[in-house]
């Protein structure tokens, strides 16, 4: 018979829509590395998409060069790759998933890119400084 599993819950970082209500914060022109690894049980194919960059693309996550120069990677189940992002300019950048299904069930997120020219991103605790980025608060 038919498998009537379903995952209820997309999270990133283990915390659904998480980075939708905290945003990422960092600066333009620096290097973002991104650990990327599908987790779904139930579902065979996730992707990844960032909004307004692109990535250095590490399939698997094994080789010191990248394959590809991508804004979007799909993966199958257990798959896992490394993103290297530069934002060039500041703003809210969403990062999801381009299943609608798991963007609307928490795999969402924002990066806010603020410009490199000073300021903090991180308080005095080590935590982002949402204060100066405007975040929502809890």
Do not use: C
């Not at 498998?3 to 659904?16: F, G, Q, S």
């Amino acid at each position: 018979g038919e498998n009537k599993e379903k995952n209820t819950v997309y999270a990133l970082n283990t915390v659904a829509f998480h980075y939708k209500n905290y945003p990422i914060p960092i600066r333009t022109n620096s290097l973002i590395r991104i650990y990327l690894i599908n987790m779904t049980e139930f579902d065979p194919l996730n992707s990844f998409h960032i909004h307004g960059t692109f990535f250095e693309h590490y399939p698997g996550g094994t080789k010191l060069t990248p394959d590809n120069y991508l804004d979007i990677v799909s993966l199958v189940q257990a798959e896992r790759s490394i993103l290297d992002v530069n934002f060039k300019y500041p703003g809210m950048w969403m990062f999801h998933s381009h299943v609608t299904e798991f963007a609307g069930k928490g795999g969402m997120g924002l990066f806010r890119v603020k410009p490199d020219s000073g300021g903090a991103i991180y308080n005095s605790a080590g935590y982002p400084d949402n204060e100066s980025y405007d975040s929502p608060k809890p």
